[in-house]
């Protein structure tokens, strides 16, 4: 019964889930090797966000200069650009998986289709409800960070980083952003849930009880100010531009592959690409649990901690029972 999967799922990934061996004892330097290759090599989503930002960077990105002053035409740029990351990524995923149905059930978590109607939408729909929050308020919130972000790094606001002056730091910033993400992500999000926030703010994104990669950035605008706010620790800890890029479409575009309802893209009979995780869809269906990821394990430490096992979940339901007064 321990290690017993969960029932209720079309598929359920190898459970328990573990969390990273960077905060367990004693150290096991083997495993933590492992845990970073497995989260950024040879294939991932990180490493393909890398690419973007400085494809982004070099290729449709106003020079720093130009950022210095606002005007239109730059931030619109910024705009398109980001409207169109977005399309592509989460519109992509949703056309492969949920319109072709390119991969069938394979991989996918929830055995039941999207929700096509339901009153609780603003549009009538769960896909339109999500495309319309995603579109109108995340990317333009997204860009208005991304504004905010550059101004401020050409003004001298915010501190530069430079590839010359620290190679090492530049390269490690792309390894500690996610950190930073997993550990602002679990603090911001169990605020999100303190019950007025969550009745005002946070219950948009909960309509979505099985997602879909629309759904990952299908916030009420105050919850997408609080969430893509993470990148303001660039005011304090200095970064390149290319890093502003990456730390937001980080951000942003994960929040969509992270809500596939697919474990991963099966290529010749393989997970070749991993996408949704199971961990955050449990928080999802089962509400009380998981608020943070499995970078840095805060659930296990506050209790929260679903990992996948029958054993987990009816500890869930006695944590959930006083919260849902039953």
């Given at each position: 019964m321990d290690d017993t999967p969960l029932k209720g799922w079309n598929h359920v990934p190898n459970v328990p889930l573990q969390a990273s061996p960077f905060f367990s004892w004693p150290l096991r330097p083997l495993e933590m090797l492992a845990w970073v290759w497995n989260s950024w090599f040879l294939i991932s989503e990180r490493l393909i966000v890398v690419g973007i930002a400085f494809a982004s960077f070099y290729w449709i990105q106003p020079p720093l200069e130009e950022t210095?002053?606002?005007?239109?035409?730059?931030?619109?740029?910024?705009?398109?650009?980001?409207?169109?990351?977005?399309?592509?990524?989460?519109?992509?995923?949703?056309?492969?998986?949920?319109?072709?149905?390119?991969?069938?059930?394979?991989l996918k978590y929830d055995p039941r289709p999207l929700m096509k109607n339901g009153r609780q939408f603003t549009l009538g729909g769960?896909?339109?409800?999500?495309?319309?929050?995603?579109?109108?308020?995340?990317?333009?919130?997204?860009?208005?960070?991304?504004?905010?972000?550059?101004?401020?790094?050409?003004n001298g606001y915010a501190p530069l980083l430079t590839w010359a002056a620290h190679p090492v730091w530049f390269v490690a910033m792309f390894f500690l952003i996610p950190v930073w993400e997993s550990f602002y992500f679990y603090w911001i999000h169990r605020l999100l849930h303190v019950p007025f926030l969550y009745k005002h703010v946070h219950a948009l994104h909960h309509r979505?009880?099985?997602?879909?990669?629309?759904?990952g950035m299908s916030m009420h605008p105050v919850e997408h100010v609080i969430f893509l706010g993470s990148v303001l620790i660039h005011w304090i800890v200095a970064a390149h531009p290319v890093h502003i890029l990456f730390h937001?479409?980080?951000?942003?575009?994960?929040?969509?592959?992270?809500?596939?309802?697919?474990?991963?893209?099966?290529?010749?009979?393989?997970?070749?690409?991993?996408?949704?995780?199971?961990?955050?869809?449990?928080?999802?269906?089962?509400?009380?649990?998981?608020?943070?990821?499995?970078?840095?394990?805060?659930?296990?430490?506050?209790?929260?901690?679903?990992d996948g096992t029958e054993k987990a979940n009816e500890r869930i339901k006695e944590r959930r029972k006083p919260i849902m007064g039953t």
């Open positions: 210095a002053t606002l005007a239109f035409g730059w931030v619109a740029e910024m705009y398109v650009r980001n409207l169109i990351l977005m399309t592509v990524v989460a519109g992509g995923l949703h056309l492969y998986f949920y319109t072709f149905t390119k991969q069938g059930r394979r769960q896909i339109r409800d999500n495309m319309f929050w995603t579109l109108a308020s995340g990317v333009t919130i997204w860009t208005a960070y991304e504004v905010l972000m550059f101004w401020a790094l050409a979505n009880i099985n997602v879909g990669p629309w759904s937001l479409q980080y951000y942003a575009l994960t929040a969509a592959t992270t809500h596939t309802g697919f474990e991963g893209l099966v290529v010749k009979d393989e997970n070749r690409l991993k996408l949704g995780t199971f961990h955050h869809q449990m928080h999802h269906r089962y509400f009380e649990c998981n608020y943070g990821s499995l970078e840095i394990p805060w659930d296990k430490l506050f209790g929260s901690f679903h």
